[in-house]
């Protein structure tokens, strides 16, 4: 899987843009690691779009990128309640794929009926 990765220019950042720059291509791979073979890198991408929309919304301060003596606590190389949010996200999306399945089969007329 190939992310590209974000350009730096020589403005400030908030920081809401540097976590992203800093952990987006990590929380792609997080969240295609936890999806169906079958799902592509959009699915991630998407989801990964998701996860930071609830985390700027949520917002937290303990998200704030670590300093040099690393006692953030990490999971994946992610922060963990970014990590956290990102499995939730997940976690949702394959619920409603699975509901979904289910309503399809459902809908489908049995092959034994005559």
């Known amino acids: 899987m190939t992310v590209a990765p974000f350009a730096r220019s020589a403005r400030r950042y908030s920081l809401g843009e540097e976590l992203f720059m800093a952990h987006q291509e990590q929380l792609v791979r997080f ?59 997940v976690h949702a999306h394959l619920t409603k794929l699975v509901e979904w399945m289910e309503r399809e089969e459902a809908a489908e007329p049995s092959a034994t009926a005559a």
């Open 31 to 89: 969240i295609a690691s936890h999806l169906p073979a079958a799902s592509g890198v959009i699915d991630a991408e998407d989801l990964a779009q998701e996860t930071w929309l609830r985390i700027m919304t949520l917002g937290s301060p303990r998200l704030a990128p670590a300093p040099v003596t690393g006692d953030q606590p990490l999971a994946w190389g992610l922060p963990v309640l970014l990590c956290n949010a990102a499995r939730d996200v």
